[in-house]
């Protein structure tokens, strides 16, 4: 991970650390260090829980938030004109998608959006749910890609073709060595740095609902309600592969992994202020090692900082991180609704590099209403 962007990192804890104010902590208390070593000083402070978020934006966007885009360069509220305004649009040029509109994107992929492109619409002005762009095609790998920097999707909800976990289907097909044999979809992917998603919903992507792949540093993933991507061994909210991200503030629910990284080396992200809801079918953030890749080593990615999130997902682990990074994982100021830490967090495969320290837990359960 650049020297710079790690700076860039700190320097934003050590913002928030002087900013946040939290609320409604929780009972129970790990107060000290555990799992492996690290050279680095312990970050952190007193608050816990996504409740300090001081974004000024409600978590998971929506009703109240207020970097809503109002000028554009092209109104769509069909098929056609929208294929013929992102064949149009060029960078510093903003798309908007009709508040009202429900525009079926069904048989088509890779649909570009070009460097400092914005891809927008309304969700959460005056009582909008956003535009609403669908595919009922279950090969849909993807249906955006950004081919430059500074993308920007926002406002809009984006749903996928298959919102089902598929277990005893996908478990069968693995054994029988065919487990690709039914095709995956995702939303939104690119290559390149700054892509930024926010005011989202995305929801039905079997494989993610944002790729970011090798090459694709900076990028701002924030205020979305990311649920129903769930697929039996995929399912992600956020994939990262030899990329970073700022993930923050998002609402997340019904998914495997909601953050993963496939643990390549160049693989980082910091998630703060995001709050995962009670359904799941594993754990809820994660880094995959060298084992899962069968690369010969035990490298799990190279900086994650995990803190100031809400994990209710109390009956799968919060976040396993499945080898060494190769700077760090550190897992702090968090609320868990777990008995103990070890139930909330682990380290797997290895050990080393992987601290836990100043995370809340409670045994209470919420109820949704």
């Known amino acids: 991970m650049p020297a710079i962007l790690r700076a860039y990192l700190l320097c934003l804890i050590v913002l928030v650390n002087l900013s946040c104010g939290g609320k409604n902590q929780p009972i129970s208390s790990d107060t000290e260090m555990t799992g492996g070593t690290s050279a680095r000083p312990q970050l952190g402070d007193d608050r816990y ?23 554009y360069d092209y109104l769509v509220s069909t098929r056609q004109e929208l294929l013929d305004a992102l064949e149009l649009a060029g960078a510093a040029q903003t798309v908007y998608v009709a508040d009202t509109a429900r525009i079926d994107l069904t048989g088509l992929k890779n649909l570009t959006l070009r460097g400092g492109v914005t891809l927008a619409s309304g969700r959460g002005q005056d009582g909008s749910e956003g535009g609403w762009l669908f595919s009922d095609e279950i090969d849909t790998l993807p249906l955006f890609k950004a081919t430059g920097s500074g993308v920007r999707v926002t406002g809009l909800r984006i749903q996928g073709p298959d919102t089902l976990r598929r277990t005893e289907q ?191 837990y409670t045994e209470v359960r919420v109820r949704k209403d």
């Open 170 to 360: 996908m478990t069968e097909l693995s054994r029988q060595g065919q487990y690709y044999s039914i095709p995956n979809s995702r939303g939104i992917q690119t290559t390149h740095p700054q892509l930024q998603v926010d005011n989202c919903e995305l929801w039905g992507w079997s494989h993610a609902a944002v790729f970011l792949q090798k090459g694709s540093t900076d990028n701002h993933i924030h205020h979305n309600f990311m649920h129903h991507n769930q697929r039996h061994g995929l399912g992600y909210g956020v994939v990262l592969d030899q990329s970073n991200a700022l993930i923050e503030a998002n609402l997340f629910d019904w998914g495997r992994h909601h953050i993963a990284g496939t643990g390549r080396p160049g693989t980082s992200y910091e998630a703060r202020f995001n709050i995962v809801l009670e359904n799941a079918n594993s754990h809820s953030f994660d880094m995959h090692g060298g084992r899962d890749r069968d690369d010969g080593t035990d490298i799990a990615g190279d900086l994650m900082l995990i803190h100031h999130n809400t994990f209710r997902a109390a009956d799968v682990t919060a976040i396993v991180i499945r080898g060494v990074p190769q700077e760090s994982a550190e897992i702090y100021n968090n609320w868990f609704l777990h008995a103990t830490p070890t139930s909330a967090v682990r380290q797997t495969n290895a050990t080393g590099n992987f601290r836990y320290y100043k995370n809340q």
């Open 49 to 71: 829980s996504a409740d300090v978020n001081p974004t000024g934006n409600p978590i998971g966007g929506g009703e109240g938030y207020t970097l809503r885009v109002f000028e």
